[in-house]
């Protein structure tokens, strides 16, 4: 079977259109590899002050102990926010599928795109909002200089 000009045509018109969520997926990428980075860092942190714990008595233990809590809390936002994140990676991925696939199914799936669109966009919104609050715990619990008696 030939592809007849018209056919390359649409085919070239679903590959632009398909080009703006890719864009989207790796930004995506990038803000997986920013969260991941974090959570890494606050997990070496938490163990780290679990090890000091273990040993500390009085109100460094206490100290330790609020710190520790602090580290669960930002952790679980990370978890969210990187959980939220693939999910919006997978359902970009999904509508770039779907904007290809478009060209030789003859659906319409302009209802399907945008639902998943906004679903991307939404989980992507929980992501950002997610990262913004562990960001603020980060930046309200942080000390610097030395610490008095």
């Known amino acids: 079977m030939d592809a007849t000009p018209t056919d390359i045509a649409r085919i070239a018109h679903s590959i632009q259109l398909s080009v703006a969520p890719v ?11 920013v969260l991941t980075n974090r959570l890494a860092r606050v997990v070496d942190r938490a163990r780290t002050t679990e090890a000091l714990h273990v040993s500390a008595q009085g109100a460094a233990a206490e100290e330790l102990r609020k710190q520790l809590q602090h580290y669960s809390r930002r952790t679980r936002l990370m978890n969210t926010a990187i959980t939220l994140s693939t999910v919006s990676a997978l359902l970009v991925a999904i509508v770039v599928g779907l904007l290809f696939g478009a060209t030789f199914i003859r659906f319409n799936l302009a209802t399907p795109v945008a639902l998943l669109f906004i679903g991307a966009m939404t989980s992507l919104i929980g992501a950002l909002v997610a990262f913004l609050v562990e960001v603020r715990i980060a930046t309200l619990t942080i000390r610097i200089g030395p610490r008095q008696p």
Do not use: A
Request: without cysteine; glycine residues 28%.
């Open 23 to 33: 864009f989207l997926l790796s930004g995506i990428g990038v803000l997986l590899g």
